[in-house]
């Protein structure tokens, strides 16, 4: 079965500080998908990248990069120069290649909290 | 172009009440799925539909959590007799396509926040 481990249940930043959020995920699969999404106070979810198990090349877009690591099955986010606009709850999101559209396995999210 | 909507955002139920829930996805987008999201939780998958065809419901909790998808597009869950367990947000999501090896990213709309008194 697969699983996803976000253990940072909550995070405080000032705002300008590089903050890394964690995301450790289980499969048996060799190809998978890893997904982060965003989902701010209004509650919709908010896709910000999706990465396949045969791309380990790390990703930056903009303040943000994405670091995977398949040695040690890790998928971290990392913001740079934090905004308040940053704050949200974040989660990390796994699906495995079954054949069929694949439903996704979520962590439990970790809460930004960015502040002035 | 419009994202996936919802609707109703918010319903209150009273316990024994039949609920119906509406997800419009993203025109033209063949797969659509529904979750069911508990507060402090990530979205937990509940069923799957490609087109008209619901090809998993693995995740729907008890008989009754009804799902359908009739046109291939608007999607209803239905959920009848609700108990206070059932309170959570419910999320749709909807992608393009679906071909073999690959995973289309799903596209979430804004949730129905369902509280059963």
């Known amino acids: 079965a697969q699983k996803v481990t976000q253990a940072q249940t909550e995070i405080s930043v000032v705002e300008k500080e590089d903050v890394t959020l964690d995301c450790v995920y289980e499969?048996?699969?060799?190809?998978?998908?890893l997904f982060w999404y965003k989902q701010p106070p209004s509650g919709e979810l908010v896709f910000l990248i999706r990465r396949n198990s045969f791309d380990e090349q790390n990703e930056i877009s903009g303040r943000y990069s994405w670091n995977f690591q398949k040695s040690t099955s890790s998928f971290n986010f990392t913001i740079t120069a934090s905004q308040v606009v940053d704050s949200a709850v974040y989660f990390c999101?796994?699906?495995?290649?079954?054949?069929?559209?694949?439903?996704?396995?979520f962590g439990t999210g970790t809460r930004l909290q960015v502040t002035l | 172009g419009a994202g996936v909507s919802q609707s109703p955002r918010y319903k209150v139920a009273k316990r024994g009440q039949d609920v119906a829930l509406r997800c419009d996805p993203i025109s033209g987008h063949v797969s659509l799925f529904w979750y069911q999201q508990a507060l402090g939780q990530g979205p937990e998958f509940l069923t799957y539909?490609?087109?008209?065809?619901?090809?998993?419901k693995s995740g729907l909790p008890s008989d009754r959590f009804f799902a359908e998808r009739p046109e291939g597009s608007v999607s209803t869950l239905k959920i009848q007799r609700t108990q206070q367990e059932d309170s959570a947000v419910y999320l749709c999501a909807s992608s393009l396509v679906f071909s073999g090896g690959w995973t289309d990213t799903q596209y979430f709309g804004p949730g129905t926040r369902l509280t059963v008194l």
């Open positions: 539909f490609q087109n008209e065809a619901q090809l998993d």
């Open positions: 999101a796994l699906s495995e290649d079954t054949g069929t559209a694949s439903k996704l396995t």
């Open positions: 499969t048996r699969d060799t190809t998978y998908y």
